[in-house]
């Protein structure tokens, strides 16, 4: 699928993930992130592990983000992982749209920031978030996560990451 043209913020929804995403979410992504991984981000957002985020263009999932979790927390912060957008649909505004609704509710649950992990050779996300006002918070990170595939293999994923963070005004 050819790369759409800007997008009209109005054009775009941002709502909380239901079962009804996975099926254009998993087409979107294409082989990027498996539906098994899709179908456990939903089942950990539905059990409070996460609050899972998708971006809706046109009746179409074609970005997720979740918020919360257990990893790299900091006080005072919400947390900001698993940000995925269709490769037909970044370099939009869908990345920047999901990243503005998870500060708006960290604004209104009265947090002082956002953080989140990059990995370090994500040169693409690492400068999305610098342009929107993120900054590294010391030294690189171990990250571990787990990695489901639609054959039902698992492997367990281990990459150097940054902190990431934005003071909220």
């Known amino acids: 699928m ?3 043209p800007g997008i009209d913020a109005d054009a775009l929804e941002i709502r909380i993930a239901a079962e009804s995403d996975l099926e254009s979410l998993a087409e979107s992504f294409a082989y990027g992130t498996s539906a098994a991984q899709l179908q456990r981000r939903l089942e950990e957002s539905k059990c409070g592990l996460r609050t899972m985020l998708v971006a809706v263009l046109k009746g ?3 970005g997720a983000v979740s ?3 257990w990893g790299h927390q900091r006080v005072g912060s919400l947390r900001l992982f698993a940000l995925d957008v269709g490769p037909a649909f970044q370099g939009i505004g869908v990345g920047t749209a999901l990243i503005n609704a998870v500060e708006t509710i960290a604004a209104e649950r009265n947090l002082d920031e956002v953080n989140l992990e ?3 050779d994500n040169d693409d996300a690492i400068r999305l ?3 929107l006002g993120y900054r590294i918070c010391g030294d690189p990170v171990m990250d571990r996560w787990t990695l489901l595939r639609d054959d039902g293999t698992v492997e367990t994923i281990e990459v150097p990451v940054f902190v990431m963070v934005k003071k909220l005004d």
């Open 67 to 69: 918020i919360g979790g």
């Open 118 to 120: 990059v990995e370090i």
């Open 60 to 62: 179409r999932a074609v």
């Open 2 to 4: 050819p790369k759409q």
């Open 129 to 131: 978030y610098r342009r």
